[in-house]
């Protein structure tokens, strides 16, 4: 099993939709998790952050998380064309040691 | 902040050379961080220092990588006798604490291999 793990896609979704990217982890004991956003050739940006079991909202964006089921997830409301890029889910391990990505999920914005 | 900065921005080399990378993080940064990304595929964790000592290493990593953050600022990553499989981007990232802090990235190092 991955330490974390995402649907590849290409996930596609038309202008103005909701995107909702998924990811799951194996360490029950991890506390962060993190979304990153890269666009091709670039290196990744950080989106969001969640500690804690619920939602937590910025702008556009939702992180979902739920530590029972070890599953954290993101939604893009009012999807753009910009917002086409790949998106990874990054979880914290060992307690503040190392950050271990998945391997991102292509999302596909369609004017 | 002027972000984290790496050099060279691209690298060719032949295949058996060695190459070296450097990383220069935010300068408040205490903890610095390497990754190897391949296309399609998400970073893939080497190694990450705290200050001047190196804390976790790779266990997929080979013994012909090494890295050193020699006064707990800059770093460097070196690959001795290079092969065609080390063709990758490499980023550097930095974080200001341990636990919760997330992890910025400089634009990376892409190595090609011939």
């Known amino acids: 099993q991955k330490e974390v793990e995402q649907n590849s896609g290409p996930l596609s979704v038309p202008e103005g939709a909701i995107a909702s990217l998924n990811c799951t982890y194996s360490?029950?004991?991890?506390?962060?998790f993190f979304w990153y956003r890269q666009y091709s050739g670039k290196s990744p940006e950080l989106i969001m952050f969640?500690?804690?079991?619920g939602d937590k909202e910025d702008g556009r964006f939702t992180a979902q998380l739920n530590k029972a089921s070890q599953y954290v997830s993101l939604l893009i409301r009012d999807s753009q064309p910009s917002d086409s890029a790949t998106y990874l889910c990054?979880?914290?391990?060992?307690?503040?040691?190392?950050?271990?990505f998945g391997q991102g999920t292509e999302l596909s914005v369609k004017p | 902040d002027t972000g984290v900065s790496q050099n060279p921005r691209h690298k060719i080399t032949k295949r058996g050379q060695n190459v070296t990378f450097r990383c220069d993080p935010i300068?408040?940064?205490?903890?610095l961080y390497w990754y190897r990304q391949t296309l399609g595929q998400g970073p893939e964790f080497l190694t990450y220092?705290?200050?001047?000592?190196?804390?976790?290493k790779s266990r997929l990593l080979s013994d012909r990588f090494s890295a050193e953050r020699p006064k707990g600022s800059f770093s460097t990553l070196e690959i001795q006798r290079t092969e065609q499989g080390d063709s990758a981007m490499y980023l550097c990232?930095?974080?200001?604490?341990?636990?919760?802090?997330?992890?910025?990235f400089g634009n990376g190092t892409r190595l090609t291999v011939t």
């Open positions: 990232a930095s974080s200001s604490i341990a636990g919760k802090s997330p992890l910025h």
């Open positions: 360490d029950r004991g991890s506390q962060s």
């Open positions: 969640i500690y804690s079991n």
């Open positions: 990054a979880v914290l391990y060992n307690q503040g040691g190392k950050l271990i």
């Open positions: 300068s408040e940064h205490n903890r």
């Open positions: 220092f705290q200050n001047e000592a190196q804390l976790e």
